[in-house]
């Protein structure tokens, strides 16, 4: 058996996600096709694309795709930027800065790995829960607060949050800052949604930027609706931790897939029109689901996202939602991921807002809730 425990969603996305005829909640945005990247490649880095040697690549990222990245940062330079899948960095993150005993406060839902590494690590986790209040997401600091022990070394969040949907404001982000520096917590914030905000006044600065022991995590899967380049990246104002980061990476890929890069780095040079495009589809999506929680108000809640290509409704149906989301995936080929799978109570379950067939998944489902409601 592993070390540790197995990753439910990724394991429901194992059984399904390749077999199945409809996903209604995938968390990656429509995937471009490598035509339409090259489509958007400025010339230099498709210059990079044909002259390219499938070599082993530079452990840290290739320099133009970390000076790319590091455009993003005020306070992270390219040498504080280490590139890689972003599973791989959640997983390199959480053995740099954990060992046996630490105490980890992680938000709650949340993607498995953000508190399973800590946990097969040893140490003791608690969790910040991001509770529903009227129909709406919310974080109680003082939960937080009562959350962190002498013990605790580090924090975890993730804004725009999967699975609801939610991102603080300004305000509460800068109190969760400030809490973490009268303990001189680290703070880890996945920021794999960032730059998906539906209200552009809303976006938060990276977390990098607002905290000296801040790392962000970001990458490529879900804002940039390139998943299969598996490019992900850290960032940091602390010069001692990418050293460490790289220490461990030589333990899982050493570097990058070179294609990968190059791909990458185009894709950050056409950041303004692959996300215009990827909100617009989200945007869509969500005036498709609104429409259908009105017309199912018996059945369904919606519970209005602000930002990312995920939304977390609730099912007011009378057989639990987990039979619902069995059912539907067994007898009409949808995919529906249940909030049980993030062990998060309440009959939630997990909308994807950001592929194009949304609209068909949907109706499929409808179909199916209308016979199972
Ligand atoms: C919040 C969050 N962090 C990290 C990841 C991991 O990204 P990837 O699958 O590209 O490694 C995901 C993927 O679903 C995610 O939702």
């Known amino acids: 058996m592993p070390t540790i425990a197995p990753f439910q969603l990724e394991r429901y996305f194992a059984k399904y996600e390749f077999k199945v005829k409809y996903l209604l909640s995938p968390s990656d945005c429509e995937s471009l096709t490598l035509n339409e990247l090259l489509q958007l490649a400025d010339p230099d880095s498709l210059r990079l694309w044909h002259s390219l040697n499938l070599c082993y690549t530079e452990s840290p990222g290739h320099p133009a795709l970390r000076e790319e990245i590091a455009r993003m940062y005020e306070h992270a330079p390219p040498a504080q930027i280490v590139v890689a899948a972003p599973e791989e960095l959640i997983f390199i993150a959480m053995h740099t800065l954990l060992r046996s005993g630490d105490h980890v406060v992680c938000i709650s839902p949340a993607y498995q790995s953000l508190y399973e590494v800590a946990r097969a690590i040893g140490c003791d986790v608690a969790v910040w829960p991001v509770e529903e209040v009227e129909g709406q997401w919310r974080l109680d600091l003082n939960r937080l607060e009562s959350a962190i022990t002498d013990r605790t070394r580090l924090l975890v969040v993730n804004f725009p949050h999967n699975p609801t949907g939610y991102l ?3 305000r509460d982000i800068d109190s969760v800052i400030e809490l973490a520096r009268r303990r001189n917590l680290f703070l880890f914030c996945d920021e794999m949604y960032r730059l998906l905000e539906y209200d552009e006044a809303g ?12 790392i962000s995590l970001s990458g ?3 804002t940039f609706a390139l998943p299969g380049l598996r490019l992900g990246w850290l960032a940091t104002q602390d010069s001692t931790l990418p050293e460490q980061w790289l220490t461990f990476k030589d333990y899982t890929t050493i570097c990058n897939s070179a294609p990968s890069e190059i791909l990458g780095l185009m894709a950050l ?9 990827n909100l617009q589809i989200i945007r869509s999506n969500i005036r498709i689901a609104e429409q259908f929680c009105g017309e199912h108000a018996s059945l369904v809640r919606w519970f209005p996202p602000r930002a990312g290509s995920i939304a977390f409704p609730k099912w007011l149906g009378r057989a639990p939602i987990e039979q619902v989301c069995q059912s539907a995936v067994d007898e009409r080929e949808v995919m529906v991921v249940p ?3 993030f062990d998060f109570p309440g009959q939630h379950f997990r909308v994807g807002l950001g592929r194009k067939n ?14 199972r409601g």
């Open 339 to 341: 909030g049980s799978i």
């Open 168 to 170: 603080p404001t300004r």
């Open 220 to 222: 490529l899967s879900k």
């Open 269 to 277: 040079r056409a950041a303004d029109s692959i996300i215009a495009r």
């Open 203 to 214: 976006r938060l600065p990276p977390m990098c930027d607002l905290y000296e022991r801040g």
């Open 358 to 371: 949304f609209a068909e998944a949907l109706e499929q489902f409808g179909a199916h809730v209308q016979l």
